[in-house]
């Protein structure tokens, strides 16, 4: 099948930064739209930002300006580059991809999640 494998979470103090990549790999003919998203405790999941295979892009109001989403469609990856970090960004990110499989098929998948934690 198809496997999304995140990295780059971590801790990080208030105004930090981090990147985190997923790396997709299995079936994959062609992806779509890529995404992440978040849930914080006691909270729905949520959208962060999305590409698509062309490079549009759109964000959460809470992240504009401070994240920014891009992807390498060479290695089948979505990074997320956070800035400005603060501490309601605290969260599982979740990597999500919209893949066509070599096998005619086309589904959603996610990746296992990473935490953030921006506090001091």
């Known amino acids: 099948q198809v496997q999304l494998v995140e990295s780059g979470g971590g801790l990080v103090q208030p105004g930090g930064s981090l990147r985190l990549s997923c790396a997709a790999s299995?079936?994959?003919?062609?992806?779509?739209?890529m995404a992440w998203y978040r849930q914080a405790p006691g909270k729905q999941r949520e959208l962060v930002a999305a590409i698509g295979s062309g490079g549009s892009t759109n964000y959460a109001d809470s992240v504009k300006g401070r994240f920014t989403i891009s992807r390498d469609n060479a290695k089948n990856t979505v990074y997320l580059q956070m800035n400005s970090l603060k501490p309601e960004d605290t969260a599982v990110y979740y990597c999500?991809?919209?893949?066509?499989?070599?096998?005619?098929?086309?589904?959603?998948?996610w990746g296992q999640g990473t935490q953030v934690t921006v506090s001091s």
């Open positions: 999500n991809a919209d893949v066509f499989s070599v096998l005619s098929t086309r589904n959603d998948y």
């Open positions: 299995g079936i994959i003919y062609t992806i779509n739209a």
